[in-house]
Structure formats: structure tokens, C-alpha cells
């Protein structure tokens, strides 16, 4: 009976310590780690053992005594009442042991915290403060992302033959973004990075870009019915800007706080320069068809400004053209304006 009581505390004291490491290793958000620390696991099965080892001597002697109280011929009230009496001796100086043993169990949790901050164990304060020093400075990362977005063509002349005839447009971006915190705790930081963009005009009603005889970009007539046009420039991209980080400082102890500058909400603002690596006219239908790389007036050059609303890693974005589309020709005073979705990678 006392060995199954004895038992039972020693079953209750790990499932302690199981849910205090784990509802204190919640509270470390994404660079948690829930492994139990090797000399956790260590002391814990040693103070285990050290019960059992105790549990089982104060058992022997029990036994002798309980087996010395059979043969005195007792009645069975007196003999119950002798040995309760017996058993209630053995699980007090049970607990007087198992309490002379010293196990600190707040040392214990604390050691798997510290396990759980820097997946490894420490054997000073120093040594702690360095890791985590070490662990939880200023974000420097390069990350890939992935855009798309609606593109708009915007101009001084809404009602030219170009604004008549377009369709749907897009913006489709991939490539590397980099993020530079300006310290541990600060909601600032630089941005930049490197995109690969592939912008895509189409037209409704029938219509195709073609050029004239001094090689002027105008909206013309399709002989047939169309299937597919796509006037697709591609660009190299380079955003150059800042941004700032609405999530609260956090606390990994030692008096080190810390800013996960890459999630929670996020407001960035940048400006961007791209150079022209092709653009393609693709037109399909029951009429002529074909593909080319020729040149459309598209420019080869764009700049522009972008402003970036983030939640983790996902992102609503404004970016607009303040240099022309076309090149020159007649629509020149058309400027590119997207709107869109980009997700971290």
C-alpha cells in the first residue's frame, strides 16, 4: 500500500515537471526547443532511483515487522489497528528520507529552460548570458518570397485607344529578400534585396499590339478570332528601403530582451530600380500567330515606389511606377500601377 502511495507522488513529481517545462517552454515562440536536457533527464532518473532504492529498504523492514505481528495471535481488530499503525510509521519516515535527499526541482526546471532557449547545456551564468547573447541578436537573414499582383496602367489621357482595349494585367515576382535589424531590440532595420519580375499586358476585344512603319507601339485589329495576346516584359529588380516592427520586446532572462524583427505586424516603405532583361509579344488565334522578342517601346529602365503591409509571412503591397511603360510612342504617359500578395519563403 505505501509502496503504490509512494509510487503515485513520485508519477505526480515528473508530471510536475513535464507541464511546468512545457508551459514555460510555450512562451518562447519560434526558437523553442521541447527536447529534455540530457543532465535533466540525468538528475531526474537518479532522484527516481534514489526513491525506489529507499521505498524498497523501509519495504523489507515493514515486512519483517508486519510478519512479527502475525505471530502474536491477535484478534483481527487488534491486528488491523497494530498494523495501520505500523504503515502510517513507514510512510512518515518514508517522506522524512525522501525529503533528506534535497532535490530542488526549481533548479531542475531551470536547467531545461535553459535547455530549451539554446539547445544545449550551461554551467555558468556567463556562459548562459553569452549564448543567448549570442542566439538572440539583431535579425541579418536573406529570405525568397513569392508575389503576384494586379497591374493597372495609369495615365493623364484616360480615354486613348490603349485604355479603350486593355484586359486583365498582372505582375508576377519572385526572388531574395534581405532584412537588417539596427539592434536586438530595435523596430527598425534596412531592406533590400533582388526580384525577378515578368509584367503581362493583355487586351480585350479582339485586339493586338503591333508597331507601324517608324516602329511605333498601336493597338490593332486582329484578322480571326483571338485566343491568347500577352505583351510580357521581364525585369531585374533591386528594392532599396526600411522597416518597422509593431511586436513587443520579449524576455529571455539575464536582462536580455529581444524584437523578432521578421514576424508579427510590419509596415515597410521602399523605393526600387529594375532593368529590362526581354519583353515578348505572344498572340494566338485562328488567324496568324506568333512569338517575338522584338522591341516594343517598353522601357528599359523603371523606378518606382512600393509600401509593404506584413503579418509574419505574408504581405499586402501597393507599388507604383513613377517612369513611363512605354518607352516613347503613343502611350508614353502610361505609368504601371500593382496592387498584390506576396508570401515569405
Do not use: H
Amino acid at each position: 500500500m505505501i509502496n503504490k502511495i509512494i509510487m503515485t507522488g513520485v508519477l505526480c513529481l515528473f508530471t510536475s515537471f513535464i507541464f511546468a517545462q512545457k508551459r514555460l517552454t510555450i512562451n518562447l515562440n519560434s526558437k523553442e526547443n521541447t527536447e529534455v536536457s540530457p543532465i535533466v533527464k540525468e538528475k531526474v532518473e537518479e532522484y527516481a532511483a534514489k526513491i525506489n532504492l529507499l521505498i524498497q529498504e523501509e519495504k523489507k523492514m515493514m515486512e519483517t515487522e508486519l510478519q512479527d505481528l502475525s505471530t502474536r495471535n491477535l484478534d483481527k481488530n487488534e491486528f488491523d489497528k497494530q498494523k495501520a499503525m505500523i504503515a502510517d510509521r513507514y510512510s512518515a519516515k518514508i517522506d522524512q528520507r525522501i525529503e533528506a535527499l534535497g532535490f530542488d526541482l526549481d533548479a531542475v526546471i531551470q536547467k531545461q529552460v535553459r535547455y530549451s532557449l539554446l539547445n544545449s547545456d550551461v554551467t555558468s551564468d556567463e556562459e548562459l548570458k553569452t549564448k543567448l547573447l549570442k542566439k538572440f541578436r539583431a535579425t541579418n537573414e536573406l529570405t525568397g518570397y513569392f508575389s503576384y499582383g494586379i497591374m493597372m496602367l495609369t495615365n493623364d489621357l484616360p480615354d486613348n485607344n490603349l485604355d479603350k482595349n486593355i484586359g486583365y494585367n498582372s505582375n508576377l515576382e519572385f526572388g531574395l529578400k534581405y532584412n537588417y535589424q539596427f539592434s536586438r531590440t530595435s523596430p527598425w532595420g534596412f531592406i533590400s534585396g533582388i526580384g525577378f519580375s515578368w509584367r503581362t499586358v493583355r487586351l480585350d476585344n479582339n485586339k493586338y499590339f503591333t508597331k507601324d512603319s517608324n516602329s511605333n507601339v498601336y493597338v490593332s485589329d486582329y484578322v480571326g478570332n483571338i485566343d491568347k495576346n500577352k505583351l510580357r516584359t521581364g525585369y531585374i529588380i533591386v528594392p532599396i528601403g526600411f522597416q518597422y516592427n509593431f511586436s513587443k520586446m520579449k524576455n529571455v532572462g539575464m536582462d536580455i530582451q529581444y524584437r523578432n524583427y521578421s514576424r508579427g505586424f510590419r509596415v515597410a516603405a521602399n523605393i526600387y530600380g529594375g532593368i529590362k532583361m526581354s519583353t515578348n509579344n505572344i498572340v494566338r488565334g485562328d488567324g496568324e500567330s506568333f512569338r517575338n522578342r522584338e522591341n516594343y517601346q517598353v522601357n528599359p529602365f523603371i523606378y518606382g515606389g512600393q509600401l509593404t503591409f506584413s503579418y509574419n509571412g505574408l504581405s499586402l503591397f501597393v507599388k507604383k511606377d513613377f517612369s513611363n511603360f512605354f518607352e516613347k510612342g503613343n502611350y508614353k504617359n502610361d505609368k504601371a500601377l500593382v496592387i498584390g500578395l506576396a508570401l515569405g519563403l
